[in-house]
């Protein structure tokens, strides 16, 4: 009977392999460095007692307030599960499947690819430079029948930036032809960096934001898309009816507010300091080939035999992300910025094993 069951899915379903989020490759940790998560709680208390009524579709403090945040009007706001939905909406608004494609340039966030998989869309990849930057010339020759290309900056899992007049670019090719998607979720690690205020010039950019990372509230599943009015108008038509509970609109209100706002950006001062003494202190080490620069809160680094090193810190407790199968990251690991006790025992596990390899 399973078997019928399986025949009933659609084709691309059954052949789909599932994103493998940090909690689904599991482990018995103590020291959670994979998931890119802030490394503790941060305290709100739920305030709405409404929950027999369903919640507005868009809360509205909650975008009048992310609006503010971000600079900009709450025409231009949408809040979604987590940016993972937002990813997928666009796809679902602007993409026919069996027709269009999606691009992007790997290594890259897993989830584009997954999210057309699953959507039926077909996907194409264009593999980033050796620096990691876009290869323009080969995007170009790529375009025809994409409908949407996808850009992470700062780019997970390598941490980098990619170059604004690279990325300016990319939007007068695309212009007319395809929406151009920045996964900003890491941008609070740099704001400097983001591209909210091109949003103006570019009626073609959508900007994918969270309340994951720097806000330290991966368990509400919050996200945020940014883009002109014309695009927002699009996405509604094919968000659910109630996206976000209405606790969780309740905890994103609180964090939006200005001690919420303050409190983040004392958060990302400190895993900055500490992103900082890791770099440091991982660049000494025998058994590192290589620590790349970062703009987030994780830190990639190429070691001799990663999959022996991951397996020893695996055993100990401490947890990170294996990342050999990503294209063009052969013995890299990617580190998530932990409390500074969290990041002294990874670094002494880490001596230890370069002392026994010595």
Known sequence: MSRNIEELARDNVRALTPYQSARRLGGNGDVWLNANEFPLPVEFELSQQTLNRYPECQPKLVIERYAAYAGLTPEQVLVSRGADEGIELVMRAFCEPGKDAILFCPPTYGMYSVSAETIGIAYRTVPALENWQLNLPAIAEQLDGVKVVYMCSPNNPTGNLINPDDIRALLEMTAGKALVVADEAYIEFCPQATLSGWLKDYPHLVILRTLSKAFALAGLRCGFTLANPPVIDLLMKVIAPY???????DVAGQALSDQGIALMRQHVAELNASRAWLLEQLSRLSIVQQVFP?????????????????KSLWDQGIILRDQNKNPGLAGCLRISIGTRKECERLIAALQALSVERA
């Open 243 to 249: 996206p976000l509970a209405t606790p969780v609109a």
């Open 294 to 310: 970062s703009e987030t809160n994780y830190i990639l680094a190429r070691f001799d035999n990663s999959p022996a090193v991951f």
